[in-house]
């Protein structure tokens, strides 16, 4: 879910600010590019779930106030895990900030990396300690 909210946040930041203005002038009187920030924010928010695993796949939830759970299961949905590249990698390159992209893009490859070695498909649920 909260990567959803990241996506609509940076699509409705790249909307307001797109030059050609397919749709109109969306830009709000005064805007400061504050859609951006709040990606910012939620993303920063987000990181923990990729730290402390050993393959680079993220845990399937975080707290936005306190990160990662205690309790948190040590399985992640595949799409979930892998999806993630388009908003981080939009995010990254809108604040010139790699680190998001980075962690996205080493999700992605510990995803191919567990493919099955007789079909090259996934699971619909992976462990990451695996």
Known sequence: ?????????????????????PFG???PVGYNNELLHLAHELASRLLPAFGNTSTGLPYPRVNLR??????VSTHTCTAGAGSLL??????????????????????????WEL???????????????I
């Not at 879910?1 to 203005?21: C, E, K, V």
């Not at 493919?115 to 300690?129: I, M, V």
């Open 115 to 129: 493919r099955s070695k007789n079909t090259g498909l996934l699971g619909d649920f992976l462990n990451f300690f």
């Open 66 to 71: 306190h990160g990662v759970p205690a309790d």
């Open 25 to 27: 002038n969306l830009k």
């Open 86 to 111: 388009l908003e981080f990698g939009m995010l990254s390159r809108l604040i010139g900030d790699p680190v998001y992209e980075g962690v996205a893009r080493r999700a992605v490859k510990a995803l």
């Open 1 to 21: 879910m909260h990567f959803q909210i990241l996506g609509s946040l940076l699509s409705g930041h790249l909307l307001i600010n797109d030059t050609n203005q």
